[in-house]
């Protein structure tokens, strides 16, 4: 292996559009501590794949054997929202990641670069590296808070001083031996089991926590996935909670919230976005859009971006509960059309938001040709809930 002029590395990998490059040695058995206790807690929902590579998650070494070091990655999507966008509090929300090309294939096509790097500069093969875009079984959070790009917050997201809560993440195990960037300076903390040391720079701030609209944290730093927006919206792929659905708001992809809310966003400024490739057009989707969406204009406006992840059932799904959510009764005739969507899990939701809208007894002839017990459930559940009324609720007010 050649001798690694390492800043000389850190500056040529920024040059292909990284805008963060952080170096962390291993082993590190701190990296990971918590993992177990947050699984044992059942906090990742159903996400089991989780728990199956915890083992890796916990020891990068068993992802590749003889591995000395870490790169850690970051690019900056922070962006101003149009004046529009934030004038029409009532739009369907999306997190502001989605509103660019699938990150995971942008950055890749950085990795396949910096890979390239990797073998020209330090003479290496391409079995001496491995690289991910927050879907191997990495903990790049955990691993780039030790690498000094930030601290874990208290909404469990990584801080940066320099770009506030904007970062994407991607990482490298390699073979090839870096020197550790330093952690931003720890200190004790109590009663933070789980929290992975959550809210180092932080102070008496808990803006995060308390604006959580469906009180999500079981702790400072700890977010128990079933109580998320985010991961009811994006990973659940079945039902949402009843209890949950006025929490969701108008969100229809993601949340922000507990990110927005943070005071050290006031030092984020825009990124090059070299490996970025923006969607704004997302934001014009109006939510009568969203009801009226075919499998063919789904695949149209979606394509290429995150969205297309949850499928047209959950931006269905997604798009009656905030519509339930409006108290606007101009959506009715759409959601009447989608109580009898050909999935059992629009059908759901769409009885759901026609209750709260006070169009119930207009589902009736739906209702009797019904069988799909889950969306029985949902009749059943909004005749015991109004106690046979219909109950129109006050609009919701969009956070």
Known sequence: MTPIDHEGL??????????????????????????????????????????????KRENPELILPGARSLILLGVN???????????????????????????HDTLRAGLVNVGRLLEETCGVGADDYRYYVDTGPVLERGWAARSGMGFT???????????????????????????????IRLRPMEGDPLGAQAGLLCGRCTRCLDACPTQAFAAPGVVDSRRCVSYQTIENKGLIPRELRAGIGNRIYGCDVCLEVCP??????????????????????????LLALTPESFARIFRRTPI??????????????????????????????????????VRAHAVWAVHRLGGGGQLDE??????????????????????G????PAPFAPV
């Not at 739906?366 to 106690?387: L, N």
């Open 10 to 55: 850190r500056q040529r990998i920024r040059t292909i559009g990284f805008d963060e490059v952080r170096f962390a040695q291993l082993p590190d058995a701190s990296v990971g501590a918590g993992l177990g206790a947050w699984l044992k807690s059942g906090y990742h929902a159903d996400m089991a794949w989780l728990a199956r590579n915890q083992d």
């Open 77 to 103: 999507y922070w962006s101003e929202e149009r004046p529009a966008a934030v004038a029409n509090a009532g739009a369907p929300r999306w997190a502001r990641y989605s509103l660019y090309e699938d990150y």
């Open 153 to 183: 917050g208290k909404n469990a997201m990584l801080i940066s001083r320099r770009h506030g809560n904007w970062l994407f993440l991607a990482s490298i195990v390699t073979r090839i031996p870096l020197p550790a960037d330093p952690p």
């Open 264 to 289: 050290w966003n006031r030092f984020a400024r825009e990124g090059r976005r070299q490996l970025l490739s923006a969607r704004e057009e997302l934001r014009d989707v109006s939510l009568a859009d």
């Open 308 to 345: 297309k992840r949850v499928k047209l059932g959950g931006i269905l799904r997604n798009a009656c509960i905030v519509a339930g959510n409006t108290g606007d009764a101009s959506y009715l005739p759409a959601l009447i059309a989608l109580a009898r969507h050909a999935l059992p899990l």
């Open 366 to 387: 739906a209702r009797s040709s019904e069988t799909a017990p889950e969306v029985c459930a949902e009749y059943a559940a909004e005749h015991a809930e109004a106690g």
């Open 389 to 392: 009324r219909e109950v129109r």
